[in-house]
């Protein structure tokens, strides 16, 4: 499955599957979020690296299951600007801002990552994503 399709299905746009219904602005708004980030994808990892989530950060990356994250942990190492930012561009709390980040931002570092590993400067691959969800 492609990397576009599995996003796709994850936020309900492409499948049936029994996933969160969630439209192409809250994965475009993380994906802003990330891009933003100092860093953007690199800077997100030394982040939750930092705040000793090291761990939860690489099983997203690694191969296998995705440990999870919660709100609190996204608004900890975020921090509340980023997380306010998202929460204004989709009109909601920023408590559910950090709930969606919590979701999705595992699944957008998996597939960012489909051989255990981001490809070099991780930026390009996260543009793409960005187009994609934002148009």
């Known amino acids: 499955m492609g990397l576009f399709q ?10 049936a599957q029994s996933q969160p219904a969630a439209g192409p602005g ?8 990330v891009q933003a980030q100092p860093g953007g994808v690199d800077g997100i990892i030394e982040r939750f690296q930092t705040a000793g989530l090291g761990g939860v950060v690489q099983s997203w ?11 609190g ?13 998202v929460a204004t ?3 909601v709390s920023p408590a559910a801002a ?4 919590a979701q999705f931002l595992p699944l957008i570092l998996d ?3 489909p ?3 981001l490809p070099a400067g991780g930026g390009g691959a996260l543009a793409s994503l960005l187009a994609r969800f934002t148009t």
Do not use: F
Not at 26 to 33: E, K, N, P, S, T
């Open 6 to 15: 599995s996003l796709e299905e994850a936020v309900g746009l492409g499948s």
């Open 26 to 33: 809250i994965l475009g708004a993380i994906l802003q979020m």
């Open 61 to 71: 990356i690694g191969s296998g299951a995705n440990h999870p994250i919660d709100g």
């Open 73 to 85: 942990q996204v608004q900890s190492v975020l921090g509340s600007e980023a997380v306010s930012r």
């Open 89 to 91: 561009q989709l009109g």
């Open 98 to 101: 950090s709930s969606h980040i």
């Open 111 to 113: 597939h960012l990552s």
């Open 115 to 117: 051989e255990g590993r």
